[in-house]
């Protein structure tokens, strides 16, 4: 699995850090975005809503107690996420570098899922 931390990477969430790229890299951003979603053995995932959306379920002597926000700092938090079939741990490093993400001042982890 992909994480995407967007970190400090313009979206167009925020049209004010999005207007700091240009036009020609906000088409790539879009234009590499979908070319990885189409490489072969990735399973698209969603991107996920901003992190002050989040609610943070505890349980604590049984019962269920919920924070507004997310769990980690805002600039750890995870934007979206992606599976790959991948033969290697190198095939994923090189899609995960392809991931606007990664180059736009945020990361991506590569994590193994684990079967069951």
């Known amino acids: 699995m992909l994480l995407f931390y ?19 890299e906000q088409k790539a951003v879009y234009a590499d975005y979908q070319a990885v979603n189409v490489t072969p053995g990735v399973t698209p995932g969603l991107g996920l809503d901003s992190p002050e959306t989040a609610t943070t379920v505890r349980v604590q002597n049984g019962k269920a107690l919920t924070t507004d926000g997310p769990f980690v700092e805002i600039k750890e938090a995870i934007g979206g996420y992606l599976t790959l079939e991948a033969d290697d741990l190198d095939a994923a490093i090189e899609l995960a570098a392809r991931i606007p993400a990664a180059r736009l001042g945020g990361a991506v982890e590569v994590r193994p899922i684990v079967e069951w």
């Open 6 to 24: 967007q970190g400090d990477s313009p979206t167009p969430r925020s049209p004010e850090a999005w207007a700091t790229l240009s036009e020609k």
